[in-house]
């Protein structure tokens, strides 16, 4: 037997002699290949089930975090971009714009490759936690089992609503049709909401589990998922998917206005660019309400977690998360800004004096929220500071001082929005002057009030800041929105258009500050995910599952950075291919039916849609 | 050159990338590549100049019986249960703070009895202690004590007596626990630390 082998080797060192190298690279290669199932197999132990497998060099928590993360920012546009395309086609059919139903269409059109790419990255987390971590995954099955038969359904009805909603556009254009289509696009969010609400609940009861009781498995599974911060996160996250997909959105229409080659796909793009950053703004607005709430419902839940992520060794994170929401603040305000420059001609100098006010409040809010306050610090840094906290930036760095600034910038950005909505009209209601009076007091009292709360906020125990106090702040900048919004879109209705809007006369950087505001959101989404996993610390479900890997601490901040970094990198190639793939045939179809040269094209190539001149056809007559 | 080191030279080449696509290609696609490597190295450059503080878990104290000849050692054992695994300095103060989330623990071991320590640890609700040291009402706190017996803190009575011996020690008190009080591993545990005999809940003034 010894001599056999001893042959069967001997043959192999002679063939690959003889064959050069290629013979010896096919056996390293398949050695190479078969090193993770080395490792897979020096890892099971005959005695005890197996507990984690890990692959080398890269590393088990690594891989699942990569394909975690590219997952959820995938299941994010695939959440949001429905979302958008919806609001889109609801426009267009109350409105009669069709521009906005090819916006919608072309978006949707998306979605079929978008829609695989998610599920395939969704086959190979799971495919990946069961190998990497058993125990886990054996533990989460025997609670969620039954959710996950509801998920698997909620896929198929899904499905087959997207391939109607989609392969049926043409078909259903008009009359009754038409509003089956929506109630279609409707039926499609609607499955979609619950497509993401189930997931969260497997991934909050790791956060925060409850004690579930005996019964039956239906029982035991509703009582997981009714967890407290299962509808704060589900909240959170529908609000940032309308985000993302609105960012994501305009960030493709600014790298396709920067490489516009025609007027009119210059218009086009413009113009696609403001409805997604609009789109995105509108979410934004309403998100720090959502994280509020949440950050909230994890302080009741467990203090120690809130504190751990405030407080403890995640609190420089929160620093990071200021200065991304800021960047994505000043970003779209800066986006807005440009539009009223550059789209509406003569505002520029009207405008000029309360855009560089805006700008100064935001610099100040963003440097407030930015302020440091509750840091673990070594025994030398405290003592060097004089305490735990600094003498003068720990007054600015309360939370009674940035939640007071994270409103001032959303009263700012919102302000942003309704001067842009305004430029370029003159009122003519006969009650336009009261009006704009109520609507500047609102504001000025508002901003008073959410400083007054906020400074007052030093003077109260925290437990009656943060239940009357912040919750009075928000309630107020709500307020205002809902008063302010209905009362100029009455007053802009008989208003009188003095100067047309200009589209594609935008300069380059306004293509680059929508991909930044993208890039922004999508760091502050991988930024998130590092914190709330990490606020597990060394659990994987919080106090009852214990991370007993290798892998059971959570890296600094410096290293997680790279990570994020590469999950952002990935998700925008990804993305891009996406909407390569999709326009494609679109780019084809504009070659072969493209005009001689010096004439208009018929279409717009890729991203149907045109500009608004091309809704009417006979004003281009003339 | 440390880790830090040879990631901030990673993140400036990945900036230095970006930029030199910026100056010198021209095709849109490419340029917008170089722009996000800036915007993510610049990212990466920001979370690197930030103090890097990995969380890991806590260790897991050898409660070697053998070693504990005194009360004194005891002490030292609870104290370091008190700044690790048993995350009280993660609220608590030793010393006046006005920020501080929870109250300040000077001097605690000499104001109440062991056996409250040991039920304030472990029954936190059970009987509440509010301090009229200060003027006008007790102040509140926005944390509420866990039962430090429990996950996902989880410490054993053997590390919550050595926790109790530490801050009687810091108040200048005698140790009132004895190492002859602990549970000896493969023995029957021995019957809680019993509380002050009061109903399920009160409240306690301290004039």
Same mark, same amino acid.
């Given at each position: 037997m010894q001599q056999d082998q001893g042959g069967w080797i001997q043959r192999l060192l002679r063939s690959s002699s003889e064959h050069g190298g290629a013979l010896l690279g096919l056996v390293i290669a398949a050695g190479l290949l078969g090193l993770p199932a080395l490792v897979f197999g020096a890892d099971v132990a005959p005695a005890a089930p197996t507990e984690y497998r890990d692959i080398p060099y890269v590393g088990s928590r690594n891989v699942i975090w990569v394909i975690a993360q590219l997952h959820l920012l995938l299941a994010g546009f695939v959440l949001g971009v429905p979302m958008f395309a919806w609001v889109c086609e609801v426009v267009a059919w109350r409105g009669g714009e069709k521009r906005y139903d090819k916006l919608a269409k072309e978006f949707t059109k998306l979605l079929t490759s978008a829609y695989s790419t998610t599920a395939l990255f969704g086959g190979i987390l799971l495919f990946l936690l069961i190998a990497f971590y058993p125990k886990l995954m054996n533990y989460l099955t025997d609670i969620f089992f039954p959710s996950f038969i509801v998920y698997c359904i909620l896929f198929l009805v899904e499905t087959a609503t997207l391939y109607l909603y989609w392969y049926g556009w043409d078909a259903m254009q008009y009359g009754g049709k038409k509003t089956f289509h929506i109630f279609l696009g409707f039926m499609l969010n609607f499955f979609a909401f619950f497509i993401m609400i189930i997931p969260n609940s497997w991934a909050t009861f790791q956060s925060s589990p409850v004690v579930i009781a005996e019964g039956t498995d239906l029982a035991r599974a509703w009582a997981a998922t009714w967890n407290p911060t299962w509808w704060p996160v589900n909240i959170h996250r529908i609000i940032a998917n309308v985000v993302l997909g609105g960012y994501i959105c305009g960030a493709y229409a600014g790298i396709r206005y920067l490489s516009a080659k025609t007027p009119e796909e210059r218009d086009h793009y413009d113009w696609m660019g403001y409805v997604g950053n609009f789109i995105g703004v509108f979410g934004l607005l309403a998100l720090p309400f959502a994280g509020y709430w949440l950050m909230r419902e994890i302080y009741q839940y467990n203090q120690q977690m809130g504190i751990t992520l405030m407080g403890g060794f995640l609190s420089w994170l929160f620093i990071l998360q200021a200065m991304l929401i800021g960047v994505l603040f000043l970003g779209s305000n800066y986006y807005f800004w440009l539009g009223i420059t550059y789209r509406i001609p003569g505002s520029a100098l009207k405008y000029r004096r309360p855009m560089l006010a805006m700008l100064v409040v935001l610099l100040l809010c963003l440097a407030v929220w930015m302020t440091p306050h509750s840091l673990v610090a070594s025994l030398e840094e405290a003592a060097k500071m004089g305490g735990?906290?600094?003498?003068?930036?720990g007054v600015l760095g309360v939370m009674s001082a940035k939640m007071t600034v994270s409103n001032l910038m959303i009263l700012v950005t919102f302000m942003s929005f309704i001067m842009y909505w305004r430029a370029g009209k003159q009122d003519t209601a006969g009650w336009a002057k009261v009006a704009k009076a109520i609507m500047g007091a609102i504001l000025v009292l508002a901003g008073i009030a959410v400083i007054i709360l906020g400074v007052w906020g030093y003077f109260v125990p925290a437990i009656i800041r943060i239940n009357y106090f912040s919750t009075s702040q928000v309630l107020i900048v709500i307020g205002v929105m809902l008063t302010i919004t209905p009362l100029t879109a009455l007053l802009l209705k008989s208003a009188k258009t003095t100067t047309e809007m200009v589209w594609g006369k935008m300069p380059p950087r306004a293509g680059y500050s929508l991909v930044l505001n993208a890039v922004m959101v999508i760091l502050l989404m991988t930024l998130m995910g590092y914190a709330r996993s990490s606020s597990r610390v060394h659990w994987h479900v919080y106090? $009852? $599952?214990?991370?007993?890997?290798?892998?059971a601490f959570s890296p600094a901040l410096g290293y997680a950075s790279g990570i994020m970094a590469l999950c952002t990198f990935f998700f925008c190639m990804i993305v891009a291919f996406i909407f390569w793939v999709a326009t494609m045939g679109d780019k084809a179809k504009v070659a072969t039916t493209s005009p001689s040269k010096g004439e208009l094209p018929h279409g717009m190539p890729a991203m149907a849609g045109a500009s608004s001149a091309l809704d009417k056809p006979e004003e281009r007559k003339f | 050159m440390s880790e830090v080191a040879r990631l901030q030279l990673i993140c400036l080449s990945v900036v230095g990338c970006g930029i030199l696509i910026l100056l010198?290609? +021209?095709?849109?696609f490419p340029r917008v590549i170089g722009f996000l490597a800036i915007v993510l190295g610049l990212f990466m450059l920001t979370a690197l100049a930030v103090p890097q503080m990995a969380s890991l878990p806590p260790v897991e104290e050898k409660f070697d019986i053998a070693t504990v000849k005194t009360p004194t050692d005891l002490a030292a054992i609870g104290q370091k249960i008190f700044f690790s695994k048993g995350q009280c300095a993660l609220c608590h103060t030793i010393g006046p703070s006005?920020?501080?989330?929870?109250?300040?623990? +000077?001097g605690i071991g000499a104001k109440l009895s062991r056996e409250f320590l040991y039920e304030s640890l472990t029954q936190p609700q059970a009987y509440i202690y509010q301090d009229y040291r200060h003027e006008g009402l007790p102040k509140m706190y926005p944390a509420e004590m866990p039962a430090i017996n429990k996950n996902p803190i989880g410490l054993s009575r053997n590390e919550i007596l050595s926790v109790i011996a530490f801050l009687q020690q810091m108040s200048g008190e005698p140790i009132s626990i004895n190492p002859s009080e602990l549970d000896v591993p493969g023995q029957a545990p021995a019957a809680p630390v019993k509380a002050a005999q009061s109903g399920p809940m009160a409240v306690a003034q301290a004039h």
């Open positions: 735990s906290h600094h003498p003068l930036l106090g $009852v $599952v214990r991370d007993t890997s290798q892998y | 010198f290609i +021209k095709s849109v006005e920020s501080a989330r929870c109250p300040d623990l +000077k």
